[in-house]
T-cell receptor
Framework: GAVVSQHPSWVICKSGTSVKIECRSL??????MFWYRQFPKQSLMLMAT?????????EQGVEKDKFLINHASLTLSTLTVTSAHPEDSSFYIC?????????FGSGTRLTVV | RKEVEQDPGPFNVPEGATVAFNCTYS??????FFWYRQDCRKEPKLLMS???SGNEDGRFTAQLNRASQYISLLIRDSKLSDSATYLC???????????FGPGTRLSVLP
């Protein structure tokens, strides 16, 4: 079935470096991709919505210059955490609408040390 | 008030027990509701949609009460494998975005 492939599944990086997370839609075209973040024992919180060929829409409180989103094709959306800090350590997950439902990537656990 | 609220739990129940979760929402606009299940460090997975008429899928029963603005999930004959966090999710029918509740953690004990 249709799947969103998300990579990497986990990453450890040093403070100040940048990390790119990719979500690829397999067997379908994702014109929209939602990016969520989940801190331990908390709910998934929408960070931004990316749309193919246009600028992403960021939720209030999410720094667009820190969390760069690119949706250059119908099958690929990327989230880059720039100048990562320990407080950015979280579980990041993407989701794409599909038919009448949604399909989620498997998530990326980011640890910034 | 948060859009979607849930009791975080944890609910610790013995195998075979019946357990029920409630979820309340504050936005009365036209929308759809779902129950998702999330295992630790994994992506959420759709458990079932929620209909006003109530719907059942095996041991799981979901109910939506629009007048009182709450959704319920009933699990009968709990299994160890039911241990997870159950997320109440709302979607605005005019948009595509989901709003996730904080989740209710269930532990089914042997």
């Amino acid at each position: 079935g249709a799947v969103v492939s998300q990579h990497p599944s986990w990453v450890i990086c040093k403070s100040g470096t940048s990390v790119k997370i990719e979500c690829r839609s397999l067997d379908f075209q994702a014109t929209t991709m939602f990016w969520y973040r989940q801190f331990p024992k908390q709910s998934l919180m929408l960070m931004a919505t990316s749309n193919e060929g246009s600028k992403a829409t960021y939720e209030q409180g999410v720094e667009k210059d820190k969390f760069l989103i690119n949706h250059a094709s119908l099958t690929l959306s990327t989230l880059t955490v720039t100048s990562a800090h320990p407080e950015d350590s979280s579980f990041y997950i993407c989701s794409a609408p599909l038919n009448y439902g949604y399909t989620f990537g498997s998530g990326t656990r980011l640890t910034v040390v | 008030r948060k859009e979607v609220e849930q009791d975080p739990g944890p609910f610790n129940v013995p195998e075979g027990a019946t357990v029920a979760f409630n979820c309340t929402y504050s936005n009365s606009a036209s929308q759809s509701f779902f129950w998702y299940r999330q295992d630790c460090r994994k992506e959420p997975k759709l458990l079932m949609s929620v209909y006003s008429s109530g719907n059942e899928d095996g041991r799981f029963t979901a109910q939506l009460n629009r007048a009182s603005q709450y959704i319920s999930l009933l699990i009968r004959d709990s299994k160890l494998s039911d241990s997870a966090t159950y997320l109440c999710v709302r979607r605005d029918n005019y948009g595509q975005n989901f709003v996730f509740g904080p989740g209710t953690r269930l532990s089914v004990l042997p």
